[in-house]
């Protein structure tokens, strides 16, 4: 469904992302791990073509962008099947929990109706359902995620990029995010979950990628990860 080959981004002299090779099936469940400044976040934002990739090749339900020349038409086509949950929320702060799950869909062309009525359902799904006129300033930090996860699946993409969905979130607060997620896991989204919650990962994927200085270290189901004999991710799992 998705593949990466080569994926290389330099910011100046640092060297970010060195050459990622990775394969994703439809519906497949995957986390990538690894410390701070291994180049995940790096790696999702090239993937939603938020960042100017200097190389690479990404192949996605059959079409092929070359990822270092992508025109403004390519990177509206990758995001409209990929769609990103930022850890910092990104909403609105000048629209209501509905406005800004409907924003995307009616910049899509879609009448302002049938967009409050998708963002309406998308909303109580994710148990916003007495939040719809709340602007983000009057919601947790848990529940503006949730409202960034809605307005994620707004326009059914297929794939669904999470860049540390609970980084920015107080302790109490993770559990919600986390669990929304998983009720998507039981659908049939793909979903690219950066994170540093081990416990949801080894739950929640189908494999784990381990990121170390910009490349792939390891990668394998949860149990060939969490029993691995790579001493870098022995020593990130603290094992």
Same mark, same amino acid.
């Given at each position: 469904?998705?593949?990466?080959?080569?994926?290389?981004?330099?910011? /100046?002299?640092? $060297?970010?992302?060195?050459? =990622?090779? %990775?394969?994703?099936?439809?519906? &497949?469940?995957?986390?990538? =791990? /690894?410390?701070? /400044?291994?180049?995940?976040?790096?790696? !999702?934002?090239?993937?939603?073509?938020? &960042?100017?990739?200097?190389?690479?090749?990404?192949?996605?339900?059959?079409?092929?962008? $070359?990822?270092?020349?992508?025109?403004?038409?390519?990177?509206? *086509? =990758?995001?409209?099947?990929?769609?990103? #949950?930022?850890?910092?929320?990104?909403?609105?702060?000048?629209?209501?929990?509905?406005?800004?799950?409907?924003?995307?869909?009616?910049?899509?062309?879609?009448?302002?109706?049938?967009?409050?009525?998708?963002?309406?359902?998308?909303?109580?799904? #994710?148990?916003? !359902?007495?939040? %719809?006129?709340?602007?983000?300033?009057? %919601?947790? +930090?848990?529940?503006?995620?949730?409202? +960034?996860?809605?307005?994620?699946?707004?326009?059914?993409?297929?794939?669904?990029?999470?860049? &540390?969905?609970?980084?920015?979130?107080?302790?109490?607060? #993770?559990?919600? #995010?986390? &669990?929304?997620?998983?009720?998507?896991?039981?659908?049939?989204?793909? !979903?690219?979950?950066?994170?540093?919650?081990?416990?949801? *990962?080894?739950?929640?994927?189908?494999?784990?990628?381990?990121?170390?200085? /910009? @490349?792939?270290?390891?990668? +394998?189901?949860?149990?060939?990860?969490?029993?691995?004999?790579?001493?870098?991710?022995? @020593?990130?799992? +603290?094992?």
């Amino acid at each position: 469904m998705i593949e990466l080959k080569n994926f290389k981004k330099s910011f /100046g002299e640092l $060297e970010v992302l060195k050459g =990622i090779d %990775l394969s994703i099936q439809k519906g &497949e469940i995957i986390s990538i =791990i /690894g410390a701070s /400044g291994s180049g995940k976040s790096t790696l !999702l934002r090239l993937i939603n073509a938020l &960042e100017q990739a200097d190389d690479g090749v990404m192949t996605l339900n059959g079409k092929t962008y $070359e990822m270092h020349t992508l025109k403004e038409k390519d990177k509206r *086509a =990758i995001r409209k099947q990929a769609s990103m #949950v930022f850890q910092n929320y990104n909403l609105f702060k000048h629209k209501t929990a509905l406005e800004n799950v409907m924003e995307g869909l009616i910049v899509d062309g879609m009448a302002k109706k049938e967009a409050v009525v998708i963002a309406t359902e998308l909303l109580t799904d #994710v148990g916003l !359902l007495d939040k %719809l006129s709340s602007y983000p300033s009057q %919601l947790s +930090g848990g529940q503006q995620q949730r409202v +960034g996860i809605a307005r994620a699946m707004a326009l059914k993409p297929e794939i669904i990029l999470f860049d &540390e969905p609970t980084s920015a979130l107080d302790p109490e607060l #993770v559990g919600e #995010v986390l &669990e929304t997620i998983k009720q998507l896991a039981t659908h049939e989204t793909t !979903l690219i979950v950066v994170t540093h919650e081990m416990k949801f *990962a080894r739950e929640i994927s189908d494999r784990i990628v381990f990121m170390d200085a /910009g @490349a792939i270290s390891a990668e +394998g189901s949860t149990e060939e990860i969490f029993n691995h004999s790579n001493p870098r991710l022995k @020593a990130f799992l +603290g094992l």
